[in-house]
């Protein structure tokens, strides 16, 4: 499969911890995305990471992508109820004309 | 400004009926996608329209399905004779450059489709 592999599935965490989730994959890419999607707001873009970069951030976020093991990991610092949603990977792998998503991870923020 | 828009929200149809899907993306983005997204699922690629390019129409699923895209604006995908593992929701999106320009995709709040 070329798509992410989003690991876990599942994560409930307390208000005000983090969460990390993680994407594999096992093709080149030429950058990976990050997608938010809840019911009230539908599929949100969060942060773009282009394969010869290490690490963004972006507000509470934080991207970490390493090629050379073919996995991204997504950090939310300081979790808020808010938060809780489902994170999907997305990727443009090389030389293919779409955007493949993961099957995502189910976050849970109980206050 | 106005986001991506879908018609109709929801859609229950017959098996074997025909049905059309709309999607009005943001003024002045050169890319359309669409995607399926079934219960619990992840999204399914399945159609990008770069301008004025012919699209990639390597994702969908069988010749049932099938999208076009009027004046590089509106597009509608099109599934003939619905089977009910066509039950799902159909995301459109868009962007200003497309896949090649590495920016983000802004999605619609997509269709439900229902096949009975």
């Known amino acids: 499969s070329q798509q992410g592999e989003e690991d876990p599935q599942a994560l409930s965490i307390q208000e005000g911890e983090n969460a990390t989730m993680n994407c594999s994959y096992k093709?080149?890419?030429?950058?990976l995305q990050w997608y938010r999607q809840n019911s009230g707001r539908g599929l949100v873009h969060l942060i773009l990471?282009?394969?010869?970069?290490r690490e963004k951030h972006s507000g509470r976020l934080r991207v970490t992508l390493d090629t050379s093991k073919k996995s991204s990991s997504l950090l939310i610092t300081a979790s808020r109820a808010a938060d809780t949603a489902s994170y999907f990977c997305?990727?443009?792998?090389?030389?293919?004309?779409?955007?493949?998503f993961g099957q995502g991870t189910r976050l849970t923020i109980n206050p | 400004g106005a986001g991506v828009s879908q018609s109709p929200s929801n859609k229950v149809t017959e098996k074997g009926k025909d049905v059309e899907l709309r999607c009005d993306p943001i003024s002045g983005h050169t890319a359309l996608y669409w995607y399926r997204q079934s219960l619990g699922q992840g999204l399914e690629f399945l159609i990008y329209f770069q301008g004025n390019s012919a699209p990639d129409k390597s994702g969908l699923p069988s010749d049932r399905f099938s999208a076009e895209r009027t004046g590089g604006s509106v597009s509608t995908l099109t599934i003939q004779r619905t089977q009910q593992e066509d039950s799902a929701v159909y995301l459109c999106?868009?962007?200003?450059?497309?896949?090649?320009?590495?920016?983000?995709?802004?999605f619609g709040p997509g269709t439900r489709l229902t096949v009975l």
């Open positions: 990471i282009r394969s010869n970069e």
């Open positions: 997305a990727l443009i792998i090389q030389g293919a004309q779409k955007l493949v």
């Open positions: 999106a868009s962007s200003l450059w497309g896949l090649a320009g590495d920016d983000e995709q802004f």
């Open positions: 093709t080149s890419i030429n950058n």
